[in-house]
């Protein structure tokens, strides 16, 4: 055998490294193996993550295979185990190595990557601005095509994230203030309790005495409103008497004023005073409080919907949210479909 058949028959037996994954560019995926990666291009991500460009190759002159994600070497078998079935094409990888995202994903914000802060508060905002500026241009645009539809949804997804960066940055920093105020509160709330706890119970301890009180001012000023209205009623009667009888115009009315001023002083007798103990500025009272009491419910829930009362109705459509979601509808409701991304 001649040297030049020689070296035809090793060209037709040299094996294509790169041929899995450019039939799997076309969509014709081979065979996968877990731990047994196939040299080429593909990108992967974290979970709720971006996607980041790997690369998979034997390095020239070597038998050993190497694995590159996002530019920082990898282990090849575990990289291939969640890259394999997302193949690109070289000139994707190098956009994307180039910080220049993937075409079917938004661009991402680069606005804090030099914010030269290492405020957290300051990265995340600036963060946002950037993002704020190309999706409030983005939302100017009517979505005309399945990638634009795509790229909203990472987009929304991708802000969600932000938010929750944001809002974790935002316990973390709070978490120390609320522990101090927390110690703070646990350190006073013997001395604020026990004293609130005596403070009412001398309340209760005087309550028998002072509602005793009151029921015999009660009492009293009943018995001033009836000596009112009854020196009222000899007020008048002396007036008839006097117009009946002939007695002097000028001793009658005399009389009879004497009567209505006693009446008058009878009446301002008959006002109630409080019960109270104590001295100023430190005086406990009978308060009267009116209770409501209800003694049919679903009267007084007709009557308070008739009303249309603010309260009642947010609370009857809360409880028919839950009917709903539940699938067990009540008589006087209905369940709607509302179609909503989430």
Sequence with gaps: MTAQSIGALAEKF??????WWQNALKGNFGPMHEGQPEQGYYRTRFKGGQWEPVAIYYP???????????????????AWNFCRTNPITYDAYVKAMDGKGFDDEPALATIGDNSGSDDPFDQIAQELAGEKEM????LRSEIKTQADADKAGIWSKRLSDLAKRA???????????????????DKWRGP??????????????????????KREEEARARKAAE????????????????????????????????????AQEA???????????????????????????VTDYGKAAAALVAMRHKDLIE???????????????FDGMEVREEEKVV
Excluded: C
């Excluded at 999706?135 to 983005?138: G, Q, S």
């Design 14 to 19: 040299v094996v294509n490294r790169w041929a």
């Design 60 to 78: 020239e002159g070597s038998d050993q295979i190497v694995a590159y994600r996002n530019g920082k070497e990898v282990d090849p078998g575990e």
């Design 135 to 138: 999706a409030e241009e983005f």
């Design 227 to 262: 000596e009112a209205a009854a020196l009222r009623r000899k007020a008048e009667e002396e007036a008839r008497a006097a117009q009946q009888y002939n007695v002097d115009p000028q001793e009658a009315e005399k009389k009879r004023a004497e009567l209505l001023r006693q």
């Design 267 to 293: 009446e301002k007798a008959a006002e109630v005073r409080n019960a109270q103990a104590g001295r100023t500025g430190a005086k406990v009272s009978v308060r009267t409080d009116k209770i409501g009491v």
């Design 192 to 213: 604020v309790g026990e004293a609130k706890d005596l403070s009412v119970a001398l309340k209760r301890h005087i309550e028998p005495f002072l509602i005793a009180k």
């Design 315 to 329: 609370i009857i459509d809360k409880l028919a949210q839950r009917a709903a979601k539940a699938g067990m509808p």
């Design 167 to 185: 809002d974790n940055h935002r316990i973390v920093e709070k978490e120390p203030h609320l522990a101090a105020s927390k110690a703070v509160d």
